[in-house]
């Protein structure tokens, strides 16, 4: 497979590969390290692709893994946890603050899930991958994936109303 093949499987998918690295390295710095790694691997097993059925999926797998291995590392205690996402000029100020403040807390309790479950709610809300294709990438059932799905959604749904509503009798 020479340059340009590769370059036309692996670039509509570069840009998942960032988010879901950042999903769970939270550092900006690191998932451009963990894309690039990745993007290596991939260059390096490129004669491989015909014998998958899904590159992409096998890309997803090959992020989350490496991603979990560097979480695992000595290293993993020098993360920084920066965001900086999301940005709207056409809003008031204050709707805006709240919008920022809202995504924060969302992040937040994102992180407190277990990983499986920020992963799953990675891969599902934010890439918009379907069921099966998260089922392959996690070598888990899709009834699975769907229970611990529902379970992310309502432990976020639950601590943003406990949040938003703290205070209000």
């Not at 950042?22 to 990745?38: C, F, G, H």
């Not at 590159?55 to 993993?76: G, H, I, V, Y």
Request: charged share 35%; net charge positive; glycine share 0%.
């Amino acid at each position: 497979m020479n340059e340009t093949e590769y370059l036309k499987i692996v670039t509509p998918f570069k840009d998942k590969i960032f988010r879901v690295a950042k999903r769970l390295l939270v550092s900006i710095e690191e998932a451009e390290d963990a894309t690039q790694e990745v993007l290596i691997k991939l260059w390096n097993h490129r004669q491989k692709f015909k014998d998958y059925n899904s590159p992409e999926a096998f890309a997803m797998t090959m992020t989350k893994n490496w991603c979990f291995d560097r979480l695992k590392s000595k290293q993993a205690q020098n993360l920084k946890i920066v965001h900086n996402n999301y940005e709207d000029h056409s809003v008031s100020l204050q709707k805006s603050i709240e919008v920022n403040d809202s995504l924060r807390w969302v992040e937040k309790h994102m992180e407190a899930l277990p990983e499986k479950q920020k992963l799953i709610l990675q891969l599902r809300d934010i890439e918009h991958y379907e069921f099966n294709e998260i089922a392959k990438i996690l070598d888990m059932s899709e009834a699975t994936i769907r229970v611990s799905l529902s379970r992310a959604r309502k432990s976020i749904r639950e601590k943003l109303t406990k949040t938003h509503n703290y205070g209000i009798k």
